[in-house]
T-cell receptor
Framework: AQSVTQLGSHVSVSEGALVLLRCNYS??????LFWYVQYPNQGLQLLLK??????LVKGINGFEAEFKKSETSFHLTKPSAHMSDAAEYFC???????????FGKGTRLHILP | DTAVSQTPKYLVTQMGNDKSIKCEQN?????MYWYKQDSKKFLKIMFS???????INETVPNRFSPKSPDKAHLNLHINSLELGDSAVYFC??????????????FGAGSRLTVL
């Protein structure tokens, strides 16, 4: 069965600094991978997804993630953090188009002024 | 026009009561889901329906009963509420038959507090 591990339940970065949120997955087949963001008192929104093809995936709001099969990782990055990026970020995996999506435990991103 | 809408947004009730949460999507999606998010933000799938047919049923107490009257609606009924049922319940939808990855569109959540 697939699983997701997000390293660090809380990450703090200064405004303008690099954002790096870590995600490692476990899957018996080539996975579909996702990053979702949850702003306070809202539902989750898709940031980006990896299915096949190019391993560097660009998403909304300047975020991107790179699929590294050898490291079973799908870390999320953004070159320069904005205050508006403060939110909860979830990495997720599924093993097929019609398979259930399993979420990691989330990482709360804090942006320091 | 909200894509996935849930009602009510907040629900406070006593232990032992029965309550329902409703969900509607206007995206034309064929699959709908219920997820439970606990106080530590852990998000766990409970059920999913594809074209009104139950396809995922995780280990959930049988006090929880989903009902899908049509593709656009998935309601969650909870009997004999317990303190541990307090959580935020998210409805989501997706289009499984469209090809590509299964991308979920979430509602804003329904916060259930059991006293």
């Amino acid at each position: 069965a697939q699983s997701v591990t997000q390293l660090g339940s809380h990450v703090s970065v200064s405004e303008g600094a690099l954002v790096l949120l870590r995600c490692n997955y476990s899957s018996s087949v080539p996975p579909y991978l996702f990053w979702y963001v949850q702003y306070p008192n809202q539902g989750l929104q898709l940031l980006l997804k990896y299915t096949t093809g190019a391993t560097l995936v660009k998403g909304i709001n300047g975020f991107e993630a790179e699929f590294k099969k050898s490291e079973t990782s799908f870390h999320l990055t953004k070159p320069s953090a904005h205050m508006s990026d403060a939110a909860e970020y979830f990495c997720a995996v599924s093993e097929g188009r019609d398979d259930k999506i399993i979420f990691g435990k989330g990482t709360r991103l804090h942006i320091l002024p | 026009d909200t894509a996935v809408s849930q009602t009510p947004k907040y629900l406070v009730t006593q232990m032992g009561n029965d309550k329902s949460i409703k969900c509607e999507q206007n995206l034309g999606h064929d699959t709908m889901y219920w997820y439970k998010q606990d106080s530590k933000k852990f998000l766990k799938i409970m059920f999913s329906y594809n074209n009104k047919e139950l396809i995922i049923n995780e280990t959930v107490p049988n006090r929880f009963s989903p009902k899908s009257p049509d593709k656009a609606h998935l309601n969650l009924h909870i009997n004999s509420l317990e303190l541990g049922d307090s959580a935020v319940y998210f409805c989501a939808s997706s289009h499984l038959q469209g090809g590509g990855a299964n991308v979920l569109t979430f509602g804003a959540g329904s916060r259930l507090t059991v006293l």
